[in-house]
Every structure is written in C-alpha cells, then in structure tokens.
C-alpha cells in the first residue's frame, strides 16, 4: 500500500468489482474517447462480472513482474473509496529497465490532484523497489486533462507517434512523454517534487 495524505493506492480485490463497475460506467463520456475497447458494449466490458477478468490479468501482471497495477483511492470522512486506476505495465526489465504508466479518474473528483500524486507514488515505487530506470507515457494530443498531469509532474515530451494506437475507431495519433529516475533522485523522488509544485501553486 503506498499513501499520501487522503490518497492511497493498494492492489485490486475481488470486492471492488461493483465500485470499479460504477465508476466506469458512469464515466463513460469521460473515459471512452482515450481508450482502447474490448468488443462488446461499454456497459459490457465494464460490469461487475467484467471486472472478474480485469482482476485476473492484473494478478497475473503483478505475479509475471509484467505490471505494477494499483487501485487508486481516496480517503475522505473515515471512509475509503474507489476513484481511480493506476498501472506500470509493459515493464521490459535487463538492459532497458523500463515501464510504461496509465492511468484514468472518477470525474467528480478529477482537478483535485489526485492522479498527479497516485502517479507520482506508482513512478517513484517503480524507480525504487521496483527496479525501473526510465517511465514512459503516450497521450492523445487531444487529451488535455491528462496531459496536464503528466506535465505537472515534470515528464519531457519526447516524441509523436503518428497512428500510435487503435482508439474509438480509428488509429490515433500519440505524444511520448518519457522521465528517467536520475531526473527526480536528487529532488528527493516525484512525489516530493509534486509536492513543491503543489505549494507552490498556493
């Protein structure tokens, strides 16, 4: 479990599915045009017996060493909630040590710097007892909000990648946003630096 302040990331259980089916669900405008879909309907792939295999592949992820998966949530009034998602995946380990992050967000309680700091929490496990060396994140241009955060937080916008990756019917066009873990070691980690940004925002 990694924690900071009301935010707080922890693995998946079995109990989550109708939370996480509520979520998504209610989402759906917000979450569907930046996201690559399983065949069925969205109400489909995103139902409590859906969440099931979701489950699944993350254990798997999690037990191959493949992803670092993690629910993101939000402590309010003594109580715990499901708000968020937050994955390293894709993680090549050897010579290249690198993952790439994905994330999405309940809107209600999107602008309140949530993701910002479950992200930099996931970056900097992955730099430390995850063993990674270079954090990769590939961004609709068009996705403003979650550009923002991957720009908050630092990340250098390294590349576009033209028809990158098959989203809501056609191939889409991606910016590479990239961080290596020399670039927030001396800064205390990313988290810290979200911090310093955060305060000094007011």
């Not at 109400?43 to 489950?55: L, Y």
């Amino acid at each position: 479990m990694l924690v900071d302040g009301p935010v707080v990331l922890r693995p998946y259980r079995r109990s989550d599915a109708l939370a996480w089916s509520e979520i998504r669900r209610a989402n759906r405008a917000w979450l569907s045009p930046w996201e690559s879909h399983v065949p069925g309907s969205w109400d489909e792939t995103n139902s409590p017996a859906a969440f099931r295999f979701v489950h699944a592949d993350q254990r798997k992820s999690a037990r191959t060493g493949d992803g670092m998966p993690f629910a993101v949530c939000l402590r309010e009034n003594g109580e715990e909630r499901l708000v968020g998602h937050v994955n390293v995946g894709s993680i090549v380990r050897r010579a290249f040590c690198s993952g790439y992050v994905g994330y999405w967000v309940d809107s209600r309680v999107a602008g309140r710097g949530v993701i910002p700091t479950a992200v930099a929490l996931a970056v900097d496990h992955a730099f430390g007892p995850g063993g990674l060396h270079r954090i990769e994140v590939n961004i609709r241009p068009e996705n403003q909000p979650s550009r923002r955060v991957v720009e908050k937080l630092g990340f250098r916008e390294e590349a576009y990648h033209v028809r990158y990756m098959h989203i809501d019917g056609a191939w889409r066009d991606h910016i590479g946003y990239a961080m290596t873990s020399e670039e927030v070691v001396a800064e205390g980690g990313l988290l810290a630096r979200w911090h310093r940004v955060r305060d000094n925002r007011g």
